[in-house]
């Protein structure tokens, strides 16, 4: 099997604001891909006008994005819900959301000549979808909103947008404003105003007002950006709802999603009774205990924002449902084994720690303010076991502190105890830049020294001044069990070869003869660190995936695509598939699918976005040809001496108009990083690349690397709507050529003097 290469990672720690909303900022130098300095025009999506329906209704939408030329679909992720053209020029479909179709977020990708674009969210829904009109940017100008009702709007840039509903006295009013669960740009600012303009009340983190009339009137409703930012990638939906909405759920994981109960604390629950807690608004909730399987059940991502590190929990997005009306989406993770025992609450000392039986989990709350809780979980000399605690993973903003002692106990009971470790932040992010899953839980390996037991002490650094009993978590102790997750992320990444920043909305989207990568990331759980062998299911004839394994103790490597001569267009869904030997078993692992939220045109200035998708999309166009096509000829890996000499043959292909001379640099082995340039003359078809091996000092191994140069040229689009077209763009991007593997050997030992 051969190896592909690992993109670098990088282990950091970081601040509030970057850990849940942004990727690190630290420098990296990456292998480029055809997206980097000004790209071949690729399919990309910003965003979907309106992004909802009501369910068993339809709705005229429109696209807004990049290079969406020649459309010829819009793909949903659920059956149920399909599009019918109705202005290719303006990018405008008639969608239909059939009637059995759940509430809940799924997933709409535009299909055109330049491919599937990337993912964004669109919302069935149980109310009645209203539009939003240019114009409503005054009190005057107000558009009504009634009950039970949705507005679909856009932020208007340095301007609120104004909407009013009617207010009759004791007459409970919830309000909900969606964005950035949406993958808005939007940094929502909700304000509630009297008929007069005087403020009422101000949403809180999740957007919601809960605002019961003290008289009949008129209330006003007001949006706008944080920083006042505006256009079409700034959409919010307005729910003004007479359902029911969950602030959060307890306990945060489940063992079974069929027999397990949760405990609801929301506003109007039907059915419900006082809980006795109040929300950081001050006002009173209620709680309902249900069964999962009575919820509304919705694959992740659901509505519901989530920092990607949650990928490391399965799990489920869920409505709960009053009549007709669905309440705000929640997630609830699942777990293995038993159901999690529940914080009793009288655990704030060491002697008063709460007993948790080993494996085993408990789920509490950082509640009341600086709130302090300990368990002792039994340990048996010489297992090794796993600590965590989760919290951030699911969605808290919290900020966990965990001290943990092992103390062990004699068999007349006396204990000895051994130095306390504090325990913050994991910092490890095999994700990089573009998929961050560094956070602020604890994880932690230890082996057991002697019989005994864990004492652990959590505390959220957080939680020091609001009473916010949403402040949810788990803590685990289980024994060390080997394992893995797969993510598949289609890269864009900073150019070796320029100095540009910025961070694409990439999709998997080949043209006849390119090559294009996906990271494929591993998440290690327990003492596994061996190999993991790729393969994709679901690909078309045409498109090779190249040798690739995660190597043993690596966290990611690259996936390659190739559309060669014999591909035929296609679109369609695909699955990255990692197998490895867990022992003396062979264990398979479907790689999620992830995705960049916004193009970011520096990551040191503004934040990296991304989340899960719910599939991994594939589009081959061959009516559309990579300009420069490098095939290397022969079958490698090529071998050769690490105190000799390597030949690598190469044939050139050029379509259109590209008639500079290219300069090819190779990328991929550090020794090689000074490595001339292979220059190919316009005319030229055929070069080989020669590779003095002891000279570099490329050490004995097997290496990837590929070839990249910099082309300027007019780029030809391909047939439109099933018409050949004049369109031509200026472009200027880095080309790529399939992965090179070679095989550097050991210098033969010299023979021995015959005596």
């Not at 720690?13 to 990456?30: D, E």
């Not at 403020?199 to 944080?226: F, K, M, S, V, W």
């Not at 994709?536 to 995936?545: A, C, K, Q, R, Y």
């Amino acid at each position: 099997m051969l190896n592909c290469p690992a993109w670098p990672t990088v282990t950091y720690g970081m601040n509030l604001i970057r850990l849940f909303r942004r990727g690190a900022v630290v420098p990296l130098i990456y292998l480029a891909v055809a997206q980097a300095l000004g790209q071949l025009p690729t399919a990309r999506m910003t965003a979907i006008f309106p992004m909802g329906c009501q369910i068993g209704a339809e709705v005229e939408v429109q696209v807004h994005g990049a290079d969406l030329d020649g459309a010829t679909g819009l793909r949903f992720s659920h059956p149920g819900i399909s599009a019918e053209m109705t202005n290719v020029g303006e990018r405008k479909f008639k969608v239909r959301v059939a009637g059995k179709v759940p509430a809940g977020v799924y997933e709409a990708r535009f299909a055109g000549a330049l491919g599937f674009t990337n993912p964004r969210p669109f919302v069935v829904s149980s109310l009645v979808e209203v539009l939003s009109p240019d114009g409503n940017t005054t009190r005057e100008t107000a558009i009504s909103l009634g009950v039970n009702s949705v507005v679909n709007g856009t932020a208007v840039s340095r301007q609120p947008v104004w909407f009013k509903v009617a207010a009759i006295k004791g007459q409970r009013l919830l309000l909900r404003v969606s964005a950035a669960a949406l993958d808005s740009r939007l940094n929502p600012v909700v304000l509630l105003r009297d008929s007069a303009g005087e403020r009422l009340a101000r949403g809180n983190d999740a957007g919601l007002i809960d605002y019961t009339p003290a008289a009949d009137g008129e209330c006003l409703i007001q949006i706008h950006d944080a920083s006042y930012g505006g256009g079409t990638e700034y959409f919010f939906r307005l729910e003004n709802s007479a359902g029911p909405h969950v602030d959060f759920v307890s306990p945060p994981v489940v063992s079974s999603f069929t027999g397990s109960e949760v405990t609801l604390y929301g506003r109007n629950l039907p059915g419900s009774k006082p809980s006795g807690l109040k929300a950081v608004d001050g006002l009173s909730l209620e709680q309902l205990t249900v069964k999962i399987s009575e919820l509304i059940h919705g694959d992740r991502p659901g509505g519901v924002l989530l920092p990607a590190a949650t990928v490391v929990l399965d799990g489920g997005v869920f409505r709960l449902a009053k009549g007709k009306i669905a309440s705000n989406p929640f997630f609830v993770g699942l777990i293995e084994g038993k159901s999690p025992a529940i914080e009793q609450g009288d655990n704030e000392t060491a002697d008063r720690a709460q007993t948790i039986p080993t494996p085993g989990l408990v789920a509490g709350r950082f509640f009341p303010a600086r709130d302090v809780d300990c368990f002792r979980f039994p340990i048996k000399k010489d297992e090794v076991y796993w600590l965590e605690v989760f919290s951030q993973r699911l969605g808290k903003k919290t900020n966990p502190y965990v001290t943990a002692q092992l103390i062990g106990v004699a068999k007349d009971g006396k204990e000895s105890p051994e130095p306390a470790k504090e325990f913050y932040e994991i910092k490890d992010n095999p994700g990089g830049r573009e998929f961050n899953i560094a956070n602020r839980d604890v994880s932690w390996r230890f082996q057991a020294k002697s019989d005994g037991y864990c004492r652990v002490i959590a505390r959220d650094l957080f939680n020091q001044v609001e009473d916010d009993p949403g402040r949810g978590y788990v803590v685990t102790l289980n024994r060390e069990r080997p394992g893995f997750r797969l993510l598949a992320h289609p890269r864009t990444v900073p150019s070796a070869l320029g100095s540009t920043k910025a961070i694409e909305l990439m999709v998997t989207h080949l043209r006849k003869g390119t090559t294009l990568p996906v990271q494929i990331i591993a998440l290690r759980e327990g003492d596994f660190n061996g190999p993991i062998r790729i393969s994709i299911e679901g690909l078309p004839e045409g498109v090779n995936l190249h040798p690739c394994e995660i190597r043993a103790r690596q966290k990611s490597a690259t996936a390659f695509l190739t559309a060669t001569e014999p591909a035929a267009s296609f679109t369609g869904n695909i699955r990255f598939v990692g197998k490895a030997m867990i022992g003396d078993r062979e264990v398979a692992q479907v790689a999620r699918p992830t995705a960049t939220v916004h193009r970011v045109g520096d990551y040191d200035k503004e934040p990296v976005f991304s989340r899960l998708a719910k599939g991994s999309a594939l589009s081959v166009n061959v009516d559309d040809t990579e300009p420069i096509q490098v095939t290397v000829v022969g079958d490698d890996p090529f071998t050769g001496l690490i105190n000799g000499k390597l030949t690598i043959p190469l044939k050139f292909k050029r379509t259109g108009e590209y008639n500079e001379k290219i300069n090819f640099k190779v990328y991929g082995i550090s020794q090689l990083q000074k490595f001339p340039e292979l220059a190919v003359n316009k005319d030229q078809t055929e070069a080989s690349l020669e590779i003095d091996l002891a000279k570099f000092k490329v050490p004995a191994g097997q290496h990837t690397f590929q070839l990249a140069a910099t082309i300027k040229g007019k780029y030809q689009f391909p047939p439109l709507n099933g018409k050949k077209t004049d369109k031509k763009k200026d472009v200027t991007f880095q080309s790529f050529s399939p992965p090179i593997v070679v095989e550097v050997k050991p210098a033969p030992e010299p023979a021995k003097k015959k005596k």
